[in-house]
């Protein structure tokens, strides 16, 4: 089975973070997310992963190339959408397939979906949780979804971003260039051809906002949730290659690579990233660098 990570979207929520850093570069502590589902991925089985690129794509590249031998790249040419992205993965995705956002981190079991996915040979199986998110699902008790809504409600599950598709899929995708997953998944339903939603136990974050990317930090450096991909020892975490003069750290801290942090700086709950420079101040639930600091409410 083949995977595509959808890598291309330009983060609006995020800015100014995204405006230096591609949200698949953002580092949950010490590694990127991107990064995180790769290794997921492979740990599932999943060699063959494609990749749709389309906002400072040569920086994504520079760290595909460094932990990937085999890595299936496409740079858009304008944004497609999560649906329009296929289209130039047709020849890539054979058979079965993940499809899988970039902007999110979790331990949900994947070889169960996959495994539920195969014996029930839907055009689509999207895994569900019901942490609170986005897109949420009703599903009826053959796990058949019902509808799409962006309004919460008890009785429905959240969408994950991740989902195993059946090739025959493409014969759904709208004469177009843009459009969504969603739009495809709607279309399906309308023709009343089988996609099913599996809820699955296990840890999720959506990191498509600044409280949302804070807040994973604060739950893994307080060992609320564990990754074992992200690999950490204490509540303050502070890269080899940073200086830190001062003392004046509480809560959780996370300090990215190449950092210098003075003496005059107290920081408190606070994600500071890569190559920063913060010579004075008080920080206080904080993502900080020395071009931006947005501060949590």
Not at 1 to 22: E, H, V, W
């Amino acid at each position: 089975m083949r995977a595509l990570i959808l890598s291309a979207g330009l983060g609006n929520r995020l800015k100014p973070m995204t405006d230096f850093i591609p949200k698949p570069l953002l580092p949950i502590v010490d590694r990127p997310v991107i990064d995180i589902n790769i290794s997921r991925l492979l740990e599932f089985g999943i060699e063959n992963i494609g990749f749709n690129l389309f906002y400072k794509p040569n920086m994504i590249k520079k760290l595909l190339e460094k932990i990937m031998d085999n890595a299936y790249i496409v740079t858009e040419d304008k944004l497609k959408g999560t649906g329009g992205a296929l289209l130039n993965f047709q020849e890539f995705l054979k058979g079965d397939f993940i499809i899988h956002n970039c902007d999110i981190i979790t331990n949900i079991d994947l070889k169960e979906a996959i495994e539920f996915h195969k014996h029930h040979r839907p055009f689509a199986t999207l895994v569900l949780t019901k942490k609170s998110g986005t897109n949420f699902v009703e599903i009826n008790g053959d796990f058949h979804i019902k509808r799409f809504s962006k309004n919460e409600s008890k009785d429905f599950y959240t969408f994950t971003g991740c989902a195993i598709l059946s090739g025959k899929i493409f014969s759904y995708l709208p004469n177009k260039e843009t459009f969504s997953m969603i739009e495809v998944y709607q279309k399906l339903i309308d023709h009343n051809e089988p996609i099913l939603g599996i809820p699955i136990q296990g840890t999720w974050y959506d990191i498509g906002t600044h409280k949302r990317y804070w807040q994973v930090h604060h739950d893994i450096l307080n060992k609320k949730v564990k990754f074992k991909e992200v690999k950490i020892n204490s509540q303050q975490y502070i890269h080899p290659t940073s200086n830190v003069q001062t003392k004046n750290l509480s809560g959780f801290i996370s300090i990215g690579e190449n950092c210098f942090i003075s003496d005059n700086v107290t920081l408190n709950n606070t994600v500071v990233f890569n190559n920063s420079r913060i010579l004075k101040g008080n920080f206080n639930n904080c993502l900080l660098s020395d071009k931006f600091c947005i501060k949590m409410s």
